[in-house]
């Protein structure tokens, strides 16, 4: 039998499925249409997937010292870019027609997307006390794409035998 | 020259040199954000979170 993925691989492969799963409808904006994990450094052309678009990047893991009981509680940072192409047939679109969302919409509403997703799904386990999406950077330079930057930080309980 | 006047011709030649920079990544990998962007905005995230619980 193959030894089980370590904790911040599986919590990140729950990230990326949780992301997956958002259906735009009532509770979200825009269904991702692609999902993808890249190196921190990575670089990942935008053009050549379809959008909206999630890019998950790893980010640094701190153990904290380990408890009488042997176990230890882990701060994982993961980030998550989101961008959509930048349909408007203009730059100043949204300042002609009122019913055109601006970049900085656009921006918001996919953070509200996945900030609702990972904040509010049930199913954690995996020892998982929080989900934060603590800080979002909207200043993400791409031709012809809204893309935001977004920090997620989870704090699970790991017992190490 | 003064010293405030050699920061600012120096933090004008930095900004010249990251212009560079963008413009070769452009051209290297178009449609790709800097990776600079994200570690950038990593190190802020952090030391606001420090600053924060020293609070």
Redesign the interface.
């Known amino acids: 039998m193959a030894a089980p993925e370590p904790r911040d691989e599986q919590i990140t492969a729950v990230i990326v499925a949780t992301i997956a799963g958002i259906v735009a409808g009532e509770a979200y904006h825009y269904t991702p249409a692609r999902i993808v994990r890249a190196d921190f450094d990575e670089l990942v052309n935008f053009d050549s997937f379809a959008d909206p678009l999630v890019v998950i990047r790893p980010g640094d893991m701190q153990n904290q010292p380990r408890t009488t009981r042997g176990g230890h509680q882990t701060d994982l940072e993961i980030f998550a870019t989101v961008a959509k192409r930048d349909t408007r047939l203009s730059p100043t679109a949204h300042l002609i027609d009122a019913t055109s969302p601006t970049p900085q919409t656009v921006r918001a509403r996919m953070t509200a997307d996945v900030r609702k997703a990972l904040e509010a799904w049930p199913g954690w386990g995996l020892g998982v006390s929080s989900v934060e999406v603590p800080a979002r950077d909207s200043d993400v330079p791409i031709k012809g794409w809204c893309a935001a930057h977004l920090r997620i930080l989870i704090t699970y309980a790991e017992r190490i035998t | 020259m003064t010293a405030p006047e050699a920061l600012v011709v120096r933090v004008e030649s930095l900004e010249a040199d990251m212009r560079e920079i ?1 413009a070769l ?2 051209t ?8 600079n ?3 950038a ?2 190190l ?3 030391q ?2 420090k600053k924060e619980q020293t609070l």
């Open positions: 963008h990544l452009e290297l990998a178009p449609g790709a954000p800097d990776p962007d994200l570690r905005f990593a802020r995230a952090r606001r979170e």
